[in-house]
């Protein structure tokens, strides 16, 4: 800590500098979880220094940037602000895996109405265990706090990542043909997408703390607030092992947009993906929201995962090896559908 640097001036603005130089204090332990082999910098400086690493005949860098969204209100109203960093972190190195590509290091940006250390430090703890479960090294961010721009007790959460595939071994489409199949990787809840919808639904701007964390029937038992917290799942390592063995000819992350958004992302003209809604297993929240809002089928299909949060396309002469090293890995993996001949990208029946 730079116990020289003190700006009264500043402070009477609403800037209180020694509360940062708290916050990376509080915060280097969770950051030392993440230091991986390329990391060639420590936390502090103007710049993350990251060495690619080497085995690469071209190297190709792959990005992707994202946020939380409206979810951090049900983190405020929860006053739980340790699993948000997950959300933070899956939502960029999920992305970034549909190319194929190994996800490198993450850095965050948080914005906030008034720092406080410990609350910094329980939103880096869960960035950096996003990190860890994504194989990332957080090599730097920024905590921005802006007094009069955001209330003191709320922030917002973004970041981006940066990982790295051969050319060679770049995901495309171009192989994809009618009779492969689509695998179902299952999400753990509505992720990190559609909560404008959920919050008007369930009246969250006015609903009581006792309200959102009282155990649900519908939910088995779960709060409605501990359910929608639940951390986006990150795919990295399971997809990572299955690269390894298998020809994947496509993956979409099932985002804002649900499925009719996001799986013609990895579908090539001419081809459709044919899915029956009976195949999809649909989380019991989805039923909530549904019933809740009078939300018809097809919206709700085309604006949450429905319970997959990520879908890959295979041989199906490769699909009983994927679906064994995706469920060996953790991942409760199943068939969902096959590609088809077809002028519609998504066909649900």
Same mark, same amino acid.
């Given at each position: 800590?730079?116990?020289?640097?003190?700006?009264?001036?500043?402070?009477?603005?609403? =800037?209180?500098?020694?509360?940062?130089?708290?916050?990376?204090?509080?915060?280097? /332990?969770?950051?030392?979880?993440?230091?991986?082999?390329?990391? @060639?910098?420590?936390?502090?400086? *103007?710049?993350?220094?990251?060495?690619?690493?080497?085995?690469?005949?071209?190297?190709?860098?792959?990005?992707?940037?994202?946020?939380?969204?409206?979810?951090?209100?049900?983190?405020?109203?929860?006053?739980?602000?340790?699993?948000?960093?997950?959300? &933070?972190?899956?939502? @960029?190195?999920?992305?970034?895996? &549909? @190319?194929?590509?190994?996800?490198?290091?993450?850095?965050?940006?948080?914005? @906030?109405?008034?720092? =406080?250390?410990?609350?910094?430090?329980?939103? =880096?703890?869960?960035?950096?265990?996003? &990190?860890?479960?994504?194989?990332?090294?957080?090599?730097?961010?920024?905590?921005?706090?802006? +007094?009069? *721009?955001?209330?003191?007790?709320?922030?917002?959460?973004?970041?981006?990542?940066?990982?790295?595939?051969?050319?060679?071994?770049?995901?495309?489409?171009n192989s994809m043909e009618a009779g492969d199949v689509v695998i179902a990787l299952p999400s753990s809840g509505v992720h990190s997408n559609g909560f404008s919808l959920?919050?008007?639904?369930?009246?969250?701007?006015?609903?009581?703390?006792? !309200?959102?964390?009282?155990?649900?029937?519908?939910?088995?038992?779960?709060?409605?607030?501990?359910?929608?917290?639940?951390?986006?799942?990150?795919?990295?390592?399971?997809?990572?092992?299955?690269?390894?063995?298998?020809?994947?000819?496509?993956?979409?992350?099932?985002?804002?947009?649900?499925?009719?958004?996001? %799986? +013609?992302?990895?579908?090539? !003209?001419?081809?459709?993906?044919?899915?029956?809604?009976?195949?999809?297993?649909?989380?019991? %929240?989805?039923?909530? %929201? /549904?019933?809740?809002?009078?939300?018809?089928?097809? !919206?709700?299909?085309?604006?949450?995962?429905?319970?997959?949060?990520?879908? %890959?396309?295979?041989?199906?002469? !490769?699909?009983?090896?994927?679906?064994?090293?995706? /469920?060996?890995?953790?991942?409760?993996?199943?068939?969902?559908?096959?590609? =088809?001949?077809? /002028?519609?990208?998504?066909?649900?029946?």
């Open positions: 800590m730079n116990e020289k640097s003190y700006s009264e001036a500043y402070k009477e603005a609403g =800037v209180d500098i020694t509360a940062g130089y708290r916050s990376v204090e509080l915060m280097k /332990q969770y950051v030392a979880r993440t230091m991986t082999e390329g990391v @060639c910098s420590g936390l502090g400086g *103007f710049g993350g220094l990251f060495e690619l690493p080497s085995g690469y005949e071209k190297p190709i860098l792959v990005s992707g940037t994202d946020g939380v969204g409206t979810k951090l209100k049900i983190a405020f109203l929860m006053e739980k602000y340790d699993t948000v960093g997950i959300d &933070c972190v899956a939502m @960029c190195v999920n992305d970034v895996i &549909c @190319c194929g590509a190994k996800p490198l290091f993450f850095l965050d940006y948080i914005a @906030c109405g008034k720092n =406080v250390p410990e609350k910094i430090a329980d939103i =880096v703890k869960g960035v950096s265990e996003g &990190c860890v479960q994504s194989d990332s090294a957080l090599v730097g961010g920024e905590t921005a706090e802006m +007094p009069g *721009f955001y209330p003191e007790d709320e922030f917002d959460l973004a970041g981006f990542s940066v990982g790295i595939v051969d050319k060679k071994n770049i995901v495309d489409n959920v919050r008007k639904i369930f009246d969250i701007d006015h609903i009581s703390k006792e !309200d959102l964390t009282k155990p649900r029937e519908e939910l088995l038992g779960k709060s409605l607030g501990e359910t929608l917290l639940t951390p986006t799942v990150i795919y990295v390592k399971p997809v990572m092992k299955l690269l390894e063995r298998i020809k994947v000819k496509g993956i979409s992350h099932i985002t804002g947009g649900g499925f009719y958004e996001n %799986i +013609p992302r990895s579908i090539p !003209d001419g081809l459709g993906a044919k899915i029956k809604m009976a195949d999809v297993k649909i989380l019991p %929240i989805f039923h909530l %929201i /549904q019933k809740t809002g009078n939300i018809s089928t097809r !919206d709700m299909f085309n604006t949450y995962n429905m319970g997959v949060g990520m879908s %890959i396309v295979v041989k199906k002469e !490769d699909e009983a090896e994927a679906l064994s090293i995706l /469920q060996s890995n953790g991942v409760q993996a199943y068939h969902l559908g096959e590609i =088809v001949a077809s /002028q519609d990208k998504v066909i649900l029946n």
